[in-house]
């Protein structure tokens, strides 16, 4: 149990703070006006964990730039504009009038799948934080046990999308492998993006 306690840190308890709230506003909007953010929140994960080493790569290629630096450029523009779009989304669904009194069993409901909702956006932004080039905040993760659980359920939310959607197998344990791989912030140029393409497909 003191093993437990010692490695809390700040992680943890940015990561509690986020989970209780969310989970206390999906309480009080019931489940309505949570399906639509919820699916919009999957479809970002997807979106994000296919495509930013694709875009950080062009980068690489062609001006050398360090491979650390231009993934978490990547991973962090992305989020930031999906979020900005979840956001907007979710003001204006919530905003959408109240036809019914929200019932008990539809307050559970609701937390259940708010508890959803907070392990996606959690794990989205936990996976911001590993790919940082600061090795203090990626060490934190890594050494936090609420971080690897909802970056591992994230992972594993991605593969289990992209293998029942896509043509090749993802495995979120490599996934994990290679985010916490340590951080190379040397130039990358002449690699080539058809190279770097079968690389990335089969990596997973």
């Known amino acids: 149990m003191s093993e437990i306690f010692n490695r809390i840190n700040w992680v943890d308890l940015v990561a509690l703070i986020l989970l209780l709230r969310i989970i206390y506003i999906s309480s009080r909007i019931g489940v309505g006006k949570q399906i639509l953010p919820l699916g919009l929140l999957a479809i970002i994960l997807v979106i994000i964990l296919h495509n930013y080493e694709n875009i950080a790569w062009i980068f690489i290629d062609r001006y050398a730039f360090s491979k650390t630096i231009c993934f978490f450029s990547s991973y962090a523009f992305m989020l930031t504009v999906f979020f900005v779009i979840y956001h907007v989304v979710s003001k204006l669904v919530g905003a959408l009038p109240d036809t019914i009194p929200m019932a008990p069993l539809e307050r559970i409901v609701g937390v259940a799948i708010g508890l959803v909702r907070a392990i996606l956006i959690i794990g989205l932004i936990l996976i911001g934080f ?62 080539g993006l058809k190279a770097r393409s079968r690389f990335f497909k089969e990596k997973y």
Do not use: C, W
């Open 130 to 191: 590993l790919l940082l080039p600061v090795e203090s905040v990626s060490n934190s993760v890594k050494n936090s046990y609420s971080g690897q659980f909802f970056i591992s359920v994230d992972l594993s939310i991605f593969s289990s999308i992209s293998n029942a959607f896509g043509k090749g197998k993802v495995h979120a344990d490599r996934m994990l492998g290679t985010l916490t791989a340590p951080k190379d912030y040397s130039g990358n140029a002449g690699e």
